[in-house]
T-cell receptor
Framework: NAGVTQTPKFRILKIGQSMTLQCTQD?????MYWYRQDPGMGLKLIYY???????DKGEVPNGYNVSRSTTEDFPLRLELAAPSQTSVYFC???????????FGSGTQLSVL | GQQLNQSPQSMFIQEGEDVSMNCTSS?????WLWYKQDPGEGPVLLIA?????ELTSNGRLTAQFGITRKDSFLNISASIPSDVGIYFC???????????FGKGITLSVRP
């Protein structure tokens, strides 16, 4: 089982560049999430989706955008990268809201 | 907003020792979950708790859902080197509500 797959694993961006972090899951989960993890700060929710075509802001949405055109895919877009967006990003999915989350292996992003 | 408190931020133990971690909140949660994150990987669910007072084991791990519904405990017995990682608690206050995560405790195990 592939579970939740994130690409790329690592990326370095220059300030002002844009990029898309890809996330796909093969468990037919309705709910998908994007978190960022900063050292000693735990996991902060950026955006989430309860199903295809529906997205909503989490705790720290500024500077990010998402879309959910299919059940499987939930890409995260950074339009104008800033140093404050240097972090490790995790995508997750669950069958029901708030239930047991399945996480991808993360994308380590550095903005210089 | 809701917050979960985990402390200390880091713990250092000797291989073979038991270790306990707790997670507290000023808010009531209906579900408590414990996740472990290995270096370079995403968190993985260890134990889920659904009822106040519930005690659940998963191998050498035992977790309890506090009676007040404002805390939870995780115990690891006879630690081994592969127990190193970050342990997160998470709580859910209602059906379909989003999880709230603690900041995590980094566990180091000395051989």
């Amino acid at each position: 089982n592939a579970g939740v797959t994130q690409t790329p694993k690592f990326r370095i961006l220059k300030i002002g560049q844009s990029m898309t972090l890809q996330c796909t899951q093969d468990m037919n989960h309705n709910y998908m999430y994007w978190y960022r993890q900063d050292p000693g700060m735990g996991l902060k929710l950026i955006y989430y989706s309860v199903g295809a075509g529906i997205t909503d802001k989490g705790e720290v949405p500024n500077g990010y955008n998402v879309s959910r055109s299919t059940t499987e895919d939930f890409p995260l877009r950074l339009e104008l990268a800033a140093p404050s967006q240097t972090s490790v990003y995790f995508c997750a999915s669950s069958y029901r809201g708030g239930e047991k989350l399945f996480f991808g292996s993360g994308t380590q992003l550095s903005v210089l | 907003g809701q917050q979960l408190n985990q402390s200390p931020q880091s713990m250092f133990i000797q291989e073979g020792e038991d270790v306990s971690m707790n997670c507290t909140s000023s808010s009531i949660f209906n579900t408590w979950l414990w996740y472990k994150q290995d270096p370079g990987e995403g968190p993985v669910l260890l134990i889920a708790l659904y009822k106040a007072g519930e005690l659940t084991s998963n191998g050498r791990l035992t977790a309890q859902f506090g009676i007040t519904r404002k805390d939870s405990f995780l115990n690891i017995s006879a630690s081994i080197p592969s127990d190193v990682g970050i342990y997160f608690c998470a709580g859910q206050s209602g059906a379909n509500s989003k999880l709230t995560f603690g900041k995590g405790i980094t566990l180091s195990v000395r051989p």
